[in-house]
Structure formats: structure tokens, C-alpha cells
């Protein structure tokens, strides 16, 4: 099983970016899948996350802003973030189980993360 983030990166506040996470080892749309994001010294915060059956699950911080979807084609998990904010800068990580955690970090099988950093 492998996950693979991508798509962070620099960007002003109020910009948008579009993270991808390739799914390998296993079939995406029979998982449950969720994005968290951390900062140093901080603990790491569930975002984002769908169901098998599709449906999703916000942080209060990000609802409006953040979409998460999945091509089940592609085998890829997306999150499209909008209205981005300096308090967006952290390591955003794709984690997928069987299992749906909603936002809780007890997820199996994670990816490496992708930075994005938001500069006001």
C-alpha cells in the first residue's frame, strides 16, 4: 500500500492550490480516505475526509474553503483548497483505512506529506 501526496507549494493568502494523492496497493474507492495537516510542535489535524459511500467530513476551520474528492478512475484523492490562509501553512498528509476514522489520526496507511505554506 502506498499513498503519495502532491500539488503543495508556495501561495499568496487568498490563492488556491490543488493537492493529489495517488493511491497504489489497493482500490481508493473501497477505502475510507481523509487529509490531516501539522505544524511543528503541534498535533496533527484531521481536515478533510470521505467515506467509502462518499460522504464527507470537515474541520470547522476549513468548511466552505476545502473540497475533498476522489476519482475512483484514477485511483486519486484530491483536496481543492480555496481562500487559503496563512494559518494553512503545515505539512498536509493523505491517509486512507478500511476503517472510517472521520478526522481522528488512527488511520493505517499514510503518505509522506506535502508542504504548503501560505504568505500573507
Known amino acids: 500500500v502506498q499513498l503519495v501526496e502532491s500539488g503543495g507549494g508556495p501561495v499568496q493568502a487568498g490563492g488556491s492550490l490543488r493537492l493529489s494523492c495517488a493511491v497504489s496497493?489497493?482500490?481508493?474507492?473501497?477505502?475510507?480516505m481523509s487529509w490531516f495537516r501539522q505544524v511543528p510542535g503541534k498535533e496533527r489535524e484531521g481536515v478533510a475526509a470521505?467515506?467509502?459511500?462518499?460522504?464527507?467530513n470537515y474541520a470547522n476551520s476549513v468548511k466552505g474553503r476545502f473540497t475533498i474528492s476522489r476519482d475512483n478512475a484514477k485511483n486519486t484523492l484530491y483536496l481543492q483548497m480555496d481562500s487559503l490562509k496563512p494559518e494553512d501553512t503545515a505539512m498536509y498528509y493523505c491517509?486512507?483505512?478500511?476503517?472510517?476514522?472521520?478526522?481522528?489520526?488512527?488511520?493505517?496507511?499514510w503518505g509522506q506529506g506535502t508542504q504548503v505554506t501560505v504568505s500573507s
Open positions: 470521505i467515506g467509502s459511500d462518499g460522504s464527507t
Open positions: 496497493g489497493f482500490t481508493s474507492s473501497t477505502y475510507c
Open positions: 491517509a486512507a483505512d478500511r476503517v472510517y476514522w472521520w478526522l481522528l489520526p488512527r488511520y493505517n496507511y
